[in-house]
Each structure stands twice: as C-alpha cells, then as structure tokens.
C-alpha cells in the first residue's frame, strides 16, 4: 500500500519558521520524483517545490524562492520542506507528491498524493 503521510503542519507568526517531513511507503522511492503542492481555501492548487531523484536538483515556485527549502532523505524515504520567513498567504494545505518522470516542471499529473498538513501563518 502506497502511502505518503506528511507532517509538521501548525500554526505559525508571520516571519516565522516551519519545517513540513513526508514519509513514505509502498513504492519505490528513490526511483521518484518528489515535489510539494499547497492549496488555500478557495484557490487552485499551486506547486511549490520539487526536487530530483538524488535530491540534487531543486525547483521553487516564484512566491517561495530564497524562503523555502525543500531536501530528501532516500536512505529514510523522507522529503522535508523547510519554509523561512513566513507570510500569511502561506497559509494553506500542504501535500507531498511523488511521480517517476518530470521532477522539476510541476506540470502534469502526479501519481501519488498525501492527506496533507495544515499550515497558517498569522499576522
């Protein structure tokens, strides 16, 4: 069974830090693409961040670039999300996602998607 269970998700001030982990299961990790997705309530789903097989290469969404920092971790099937300098309009659910092609275009399907994790940020 395939799953992705992110974490980390709270509340926060604005300028603040938080850092997001998904763990995941059931498919084979290292030979996945990796990538971060937030939704606001009442807004599309927007991409974040991705990141490369090896964890080499990164991609950010203009909105979090020189705030975020995504990572993983293949030895513990871990991807993190590190997000510096907070605002409020980060405020949003955050879900991990995993595909084996196109690591850092964000456009296309992804073939596996967590529950998500909740994060506000406060002014």
């Known amino acids: 069974q395939v799953q992705l269970a992110e974490s980390g998700g709270t509340s926060a001030q604005a300028g603040g830090s938080l850092s997001l982990s998904c763990v995941v299961s059931?498919?084979?990790?290292?030979?996945?693409?990796m990538a971060w997705f937030r939704q606001a309530p009442g807004k599309e789903r927007e991409a974040v961040a991705g990141i490369d097989y090896l964890g080499l290469t990164t991609e950010y969404a203009d909105s979090v670039k020189g705030r975020f920092t995504m990572s993983r971790d293949n030895d513990k099937k871990t991807v993190s999300l590190q997000m510096n300098s907070l605002k409020p309009e980060d405020t949003a659910m955050y879900y991990c996602a995993a595909r084996a092609f196109g690591c850092l275009t964000f456009q296309g399907d992804y073939d596996y998607w967590g529950q998500g994790t909740q994060v506000t940020v406060s002014s």
């Open positions: 059931g498919i084979n990790f290292k030979s996945k693409c």
